[in-house]
């Protein structure tokens, strides 16, 4: 399959900052090229379900404006980004991906306004799985967001059209929210970087809720290091730390969560050391990975259901039949099991933290299989049947459990599918993800910068 | 009906310890006091499940050796107490009213240890309402606590076996634990004074659960000045504080929470305002009031569940068949229900507390009827059918939900049952809740202390 390419394809943040002030580019330029490729790619592809060509024009010019006077933002200062339709936008609607909501957002997520400050221009809205609430992004008002590497197959989701903008190359930097790998799925079957942050180090106001203890803004591009560039300008200057020292870096063995594609686990490995050498290998313990996966799908039931309550009581028939279906399983979640959920997170964020008593960076695959194909359900893994919604968020929804930061990054491909590699660390040692991914990198050889 | 007449009936621990320490009686007496007590009354009311004969008379005379020797622990030295049976005493059987457990306790209760350690002399253990999961008091593995005004009514609970034994004065004071009325019901119901104090003033440890962010422990005695003097030594000191400033006062009006006998609120509005003259009424937003309740139902449902779903599963022969009944129910609550109530929390909390904007303490009656016959779960209330269980905690289990102090005191009787006062304040203020009940026995003339 041929790797998806559009004009952002490639090309970094950093390159793009150097081009627009070394004035071989505009914002206004870039924008035009971001709203080309939409018109080109989007028909096929389903990232966006609302573009802001005027707003993103209008944004353009005051930022060209203020670079040429000399007003500088930083690196985002220009840049076109997409945001995930779950994440409001002054002036822009807000469907959530559902045919619930009409109207417009009347003022900028917290999130929007921190980008917006940093220089940034919104291009537009990026599609979602119906409130987030689901992994396979193709249950969407708008109709499934597409995998640029073959549209047959689902982007992943929730945040499936900002990783598909991404991977297309229709913007550099998109945002997304991660509840339970909402960034990380679309950003490894769509072969792009995804950053779910630790939980509360974005603000989530202005951001529709999925499950509130669970939710996090997260960022999507095309490098891991333009998450990082975002990254900053959302969180308090010194945030992130870096004391230098190189990350401490393990093989958590995926199959003692969930099964595993082999050829996935193995693609994914060699990536992952062929930037820091052969690994030692950590296993969980089987137990704890189910009590995660429980204490996930307790607490997600309950607080989705408290969400969409008077929704499903008033206007069942609004919803996509499948989501109906499960927000509908969800108001069943008994109370008592969402409180022994609650009670056992922080003693599962003690022992997922005793994993690291040694190292700073858990390596392991972000997805255990390739994109399957959009509606799919089910499917083989590793020579047995699995659900693929439980496939899909088997490796990640544990760390929006215990709340630790976790990066995918491009992998390669299996049978001509990106993987993604995630790394997870404990909160504060985020800057030791980005090292860890950009040591792969540099082995590697990726494309140059710009 | 006659009043129950026991030793310790119309004595205060103020006089208690002054008789100590000017050698009119001895702990040991008191104690053997208690025991004849117990021995002679409990075969009809049932108050006590366990009695720790040679303990307490071990325990009495290293207080009188102690006392002897000129090491004075303060008012509580000396003095025997009722310990309910939900709470653990170290070297007794602790069967929260159960045959789910057996076993002895091997350790106190923080609670317990504190009483100790300011001299108390823990005589036995209280009937309690299985698991303390409900207001009648009449379903124990022990057989129901009897009230001592009548022994064919109900005594009120869960911590039935304290009311009672301090209202039939076989010991002047116990501990009880209160999570929607628990204390102050068989408090109102027994014509004793039972104290609720703010969430979290008296720690838990060593109490077992009913609902986790409900529970408090508290106390229950003849004189309200009593549950004040054992507060004092269960917290640290400088918890309470003294401004001088009388309180001010207001009447709640009940009707607009529950139905109320109108003989009640009469009786109760006449007994607080013969201390404090005429109040300014305040009325309960009715939609306010469905809330708290509704509110209080989904949270104490789910940790209820919580505390007891392995128990259900295993040996559900082992409950009381109405209890059994009740948890089967409240494992039914659905988790989205308890993520709202528990998200209204803040919110009501702070409504509630805006009906403190020119009044210190509220005056309600604590329970609005009385003592129904045991057994009886159907009643008539103002003209109409309420099940008792929901009118016994209408007017008490709102003060829970927001974690508020509540002091209920004896205000007379009605068709010669007792009734109860219920004066209740925001954490902080709890010496106003004491003052303002001692103006109305001031102006009553009670009975002279010890």
Tied chains: 1, 2.
């Excluded at 006077?69 to 609607?93: N, Q, S, T, Y």
């Excluded at 022994?340 to 003690?350: D, G, I, N, T, W």
């Excluded at 299989?369 to 799919?376: C, E, K, R």
Aim: charged share 20%; proline share 8%.
């Amino acid at each position: 399959m041929p790797t998806p390419s559009g004009p952002f394809t490639g090309r970094t943040i950093d390159g793009l900052a150097r081009d627009l002030r070394e004035g071989r580019t505009t914002s206004t330029a870039l924008v035009q090229l971001a709203l080309d490729a939409i018109a080109e790619l989007d028909p096929l592809l389903n990232a966006f379900v609302t573009v802001d060509a005027a707003g993103a024009r209008a944004a353009a010019r005051r930022a060209d404006d203020e670079l040429a006077g000399g007003a500088d933002r930083g690196p985002l200062h220009g840049v076109p980004v997409g945001v995930k339709d779950l994440i409001m936008v002054a002036g822009l609607p807000a469907s959530m991906g559902s045919r619930h909501f009409a109207g417009v957002a009347v003022a900028d997520a917290a999130c929007v306004a921190r980008l917006r400050q940093a220089g940034a221009v919104v291009i537009g809205k990026t599609n979602t799985h119906e409130f987030a609430y689901g992994p396979t992004g193709d249950r969407s008002a708008a109709g499934p967001s597409r995998n640029p590497w073959e549209p047959a197959r689902m982007s992943g989701g929730s945040s499936g059209g900002s990783a598909v903008a991404v991977a297309a190359g229709m913007v550099p930097l998109a945002l997304g929210t991660d509840t339970g790998g909402s960034v990380r799925i679309p950003a490894a079957l769509c072969g792009v970087a995804g950053f779910k942050p630790a939980y509360g180090a974005i603000p989530v106001d202005g951001v529709f809720p999925l499950a509130q203890t669970f939710d996090t803004v997260g960022l999507l591009a095309g490098h891991e290091r333009d998450c990082l560039i975002a990254y900053r300008s959302l969180v308090p200057a010194g945030a992130l730390k870096d004391d230098g020292r190189p990350g401490r870096v393990a093989w958590l063995d995926p199959t003692g969560v969930f099964a595993c594609d082999p050829q996935v686990a193995r693609t994914v490995r060699r990536a992952v050391e062929a930037g820091t050498g052969p690994l030692e290998e950590l296993a969980f313990p089987a137990h704890e990975a189910d009590e995660l996966r429980e204490t996930f799908t307790a607490i997600q039931s309950s607080e989705t259901a408290a969400v969409h309550a008077d929704r499903l009581a008033e206007a069942p028939e609004l919803f996509d039949p499948e989501v109906l279906e499960r927000v509908r399983g969800a108001a069943e979640m008994p109370g008592w099991r969402y409180v022994r959920a609650m009670r056992a997170r922080p003693r599962l964020a003690e022992s997922v933290g005793a994993l690291f008593g040694r190292h700073d960076v858990l390596a392991l695959p972000t997805v255990p299989l390739t994109a399957p194909f959009l509606g799919q359900r089910a499917t083989e893994l590793d020579g047995g049947p699995v659900a693929v919604r439980a496939a899909l968020l088997a490796l990640t929804s544990m760390w929006n459990v215990v709340g630790f930061p976790a990066l995918s990054v491009p992998a390669g491909t299996v049978r001509g599918l990106p993987v993604g590699l995630q790394l997870v660390c404990r909160p504060g040692w985020e800057h030791l993800l980005f090292e860890t991914a950009a040591l792969g990198r540099a082995r590697h050889g990726t494309p140059p910068a710009g």
